[in-house]
């Protein structure tokens, strides 16, 4: 699953980093973006959460009790997810011009008829999107993870030769007023077209578990009545954490406008969009996978009652996650110029507007480890079919994170806004995780404390080496050489490579246990080891 996820994750930064030479970050990139974040909001407001907190834990139990009632219980939700998203889809091509008021900010004239084009264009997306998070959610209750951990590579391979295309038959800079018919169309076509593939790349596998969908709406009762219990409170947490997140992204988009207006640059969405891509690669690698293989197990447990096991699960998720995602977060904070100018300053996107989004990806590099705790955190309410207590926890992160977005609106000047936006989201992640870690212990009778915390101590010691390489490495480099693309790589290879090798060595010293087990495994899957 990591491998697979890794994959998806580099196809998809040279994907990001293929829109961002086409695009720049710009006007009609924050309309691009901005638009395209839209059917994954309304994916996530009305069905996402759901998968997770809900039809996972359902059908595992389903299928527990009997392996025919579950096939058709599978055939049933599905039918219901299929006819449910054509409906949300076509309403939501209708709003266009609603989402963008919401998140655009202060786009107007051209800028903004522009994004409610792509809105009601790229609105089509949330119909595959939903049937490809279905069908991945069908493939995990059956221990079948590896499709839907590379089906996305289809997806940025698509998206990669639309940006080429694009790039191929533009001339100058591309601004909302000088964009063709013609350019909107390969724009929207190669976007739809990828997460239409990703979809459709999802059956042979569904059909190689078993999976035979034939439609049918004949719920037995109660069915209904406990999903839509369990969805409510689903529902309910996902439109707290939207509101949340049209909030950082109204005020980013405002600062991008206000920025413009100033002349200092591109300072608004686009740079705080593509550094949070960024952020979530080592958490995509790791934490979805291991969540995601923790998830089914954990429903079992739950199920059954066993709850030292349930919290044993957390605890081996938690300290596996974090042995790959503290020093992660290290790297990317010291190397957030390096990596930026790599992957950005291409096209239409200068040195300077890369190192913007350097700004931010430090900032968020601070909430990676509180971000991954968090996501597991949910996960075990979760699993428990408990999905009213996330909603409260939420309220407490998502106050936290407009309170502090305001008020870095309010306080900093344009060009900081979007780096003081990143850093309170990561206090409200550690709001997150320091509230949901309070819960947790007393439902389940302690969160395995000792273990967690000697094996953050390791790990926080084993880290400085890493640091004080990777710092050095980069001071040296920058000072000889500057900053470029091949700087920016021979800096990335030579800091990630020894920085990795000292974490691992005094990982190692450390008896971390954790990192010992990775190694292992690893070693053990070289040819000729395994």
Known sequence: MAVGTLASRVTGFLRTAMLVAALGTDAVADAYNTANTVPFIVYDLLLGGILTAVVVPLIVRARERDSAYGAQYEQRLFTLAVLGLSVITAIAVLLGPVFITIYGGKMQGDQRELAVLFARLFAVQIFFLGVSAFSGAILNTRKRFAAPMWAPVLNNIVICCTAGAFLLVVSGKVTPESISSGQITLLTAGTIGGMALQTLALWPSLRGSGFRWRPRLDFRKGELGQMGRMASWTLMYVVITQIGFAVTTRLANAAGVEGRQEGIGNVGYTPYFNAYQLFQLPYAIIGVSVITALLPRMSEHAAAGRMAELRDDFSSGLRLCSAV??????????????????????????????????????????????????????????????????????????????????????????????????????????????????????????????????????????????????????????????????????????????????????????????????????????????
């Not at 350097?358 to 990676?368: D, E, H, M, P, T």
């Not at 990795?500 to 990192?515: D, P, Q, S, T, W």
């Open 325 to 530: 995602i503290l020093p992660a977060a290290a790297l990317m904070a010291v190397f957030a110029p390096e990596i930026t100018t790599v992957l950005f300053a291409h096209g239409h996107t200068s040195e300077g507007d890369a190192l913007v989004i350097a700004n931010v990806l430090r900032a968020f590099a601070i909430a990676l480890v509180p971000f991954a705790a968090y996501q597991l955190m949910l996960r075990v309410f979760y699993s428990m079919q408990d999905t009213r207590t996330p909603v409260f926890i939420s309220v407490a992160v998502v106050a936290t994170n407009i309170a502090a977005s305001i008020a870095m609106y309010s306080l900093l000047p344009t060009e900081k806004i979007i780096v003081g936006i990143a850093s309170g989201f990561a206090v409200a992640q550690t709001v997150g995780a320091i509230v949901g870690w309070t819960i947790l212990r007393g439902r389940l009778g302690g969160m395995d404390g000792r273990r967690v915390f000697t094996a953050y101590l390791k790990l926080a010691v084993a880290i400085w080496p890493l640091i004080g390489f990777a710092y050095a490495t980069h001071a040296i480099i920058d000072a000889t050489l500057g900053l470029g693309l091949l700087p920016g790589l021979l800096a990335l290879a030579v800091g990630s490579a020894g920085g990795g090798l000292l974490y691992l060595v005094f990982a190692k010293l450390l008896r971390v246990g954790e990192v010992q087990s990775m190694i292992s495994m690893v070693a053990g899957r070289l040819p000729g080891r395994g």
